[in-house]
């Protein structure tokens, strides 16, 4: 009894004493080996948005009905702006091509509805991205493209310097609209009068505004801007110092299509990250093949797998940055130095930037 006791124990210990060098072992090689992505059969379950994108051919984007900077068209009837590019984008990760997409205009009364009802498949719709939205609309956000915050419009003329000088002005302001509500709760908190002039879309107030049938047009700062190209003398209004609310603009999706949601976050990620390690519209083609940069061979699919988790190609990035170029030129070309609008990157810029902005690319590995 006693040996067998002794034997027991001792095949118990040379056990436990293998399982602990194993564990170590495996501890160790996973330490020592890259993160390998998933087999495409263990990815998540097929998407029903992304099997109708695919056979129908195309996107179904929902964008503004026009706001320069962000969607409307130009002169030739060509569909422009930084979410439209977005979009385009999102349509060359899925398809290959930037532009398999139709671009659906909508209204910030209708935007919801289109997406819930199958109309779009993804809202690129500058959208704030809150709570009620988020939980109680039962929509899905996919991240932040632009970081934004509400502001004033004022006439030069008025000589104002602070929001505080609005006290009993008319304030042009979009009706059912968090623009609305933040402009009510800045001035109630500081027991200032307002006469809220109401329209029923954002060009409305905008064109109340320059009648002068109001003091003053609020809205989110790019849009004011945008509002001041548009004006026929630019220089006369100003955009006060003062932003009131956060505005974290980004791509809406149905709640339920977990791959579908993947696909237009990782895009986005994508193209953010790709800004951060020097990849470009003009260079992705010579890095796809020559970088010897473990994180640009991931993004660019020289590494196997990473486009099989979301059921796409693994050159999934690298075809959106081929067909629109990196976070950072598309900001500019829409929204920065190269447009009409000339705004800094302040917080969109990236947080290895200088000075630091917000823009952080979520490692794909």
């Known amino acids: ?164 000088e609005l006290d009993g002005a008319r304030i042009c302001v979009q009706s059912n609209s968090t623009t609305a509500l933040n402009l009510q709760d800045y001035f109630s908190v500081r027991n200032l009068r307002y006469e809220p002039v109401m329209t029923a879309s954002e060009e409305e107030a905008r064109e109340a505004y320059a009648a002068e049938d109001c003091d003053a047009f609020t809205g989110d700062v790019s849009a004011l801007a945008a509002a001041r190209t548009m004006m026929s003398n630019a220089q006369a209004h100003a955009i006060l110092p003062e932003v009131i609310s956060k505005e974290p603009l980004g791509p809406v999706v149905r709640r339920g299509d977990d791959q579908w949601a993947d696909i237009v976050r990782w895009t986005l990620n994508a193209l953010i990250l790709a800004e951060e390690l020097g990849v470009t519209q003009a260079n992705v083609d010579n890095l796809a093949e020559n970088s010897p940069d473990p994180r640009i061979q991931r993004l660019l699919g020289a590494q196997d797998g990473f486009g099989s988790m979301m059921g796409l190609s693994d050159a999934w990035a690298h075809d959106a940055i081929a067909g629109v170029g990196n976070y950072g030129e598309i900001f500019d070309r829409n929204l920065g130095e190269r447009s009409s609008l000339n705004l800094a990157r302040g917080l969109n810029a990236g947080w290895n930037a200088n000075p630091r902005g917000l823009m952080y690319g979520l490692p794909i590995r």
């Open 1 to 164: 009894m006693i040996v067998h006791a002794f034997r027991a124990g001792l095949v118990t210990g040379l056990l436990m004493l293998a399982a602990c060098g194993d564990g170590e072992s495996g501890r160790e090689a996973a330490d020592q080996a890259p993160d390998a992505p998933l087999a495409a059969e263990e990815a998540a379950e097929a998407s029903e948005t992304l099997a109708a994108v695919r056979a129908r051919g195309r996107l179904n984007c929902g964008v503004h009905e026009g706001l320069v900077g962000f969607a409307y068209t130009d002169n030739r009837g060509q569909w422009r702006g930084f979410d439209v590019d977005f979009c385009r984008a999102t349509a060359a990760a899925v398809l290959g091509d930037p532009d398999a997409v139709r671009f659906v205009p909508l209204s910030i009364g209708d935007r919801f509805e289109a997406l819930s009802d199958g109309r779009i498949d993804v809202l690129w719709r500058n959208t704030s991205w809150t709570m009620a939205r988020d939980a109680g609309e039962r929509m899905e956000f996919a991240g932040v493209n632009y970081y934004d915050g509400q502001g004033f419009l004022v006439r030069r003329s008025l000589a104002l310097t602070s929001a505080a």
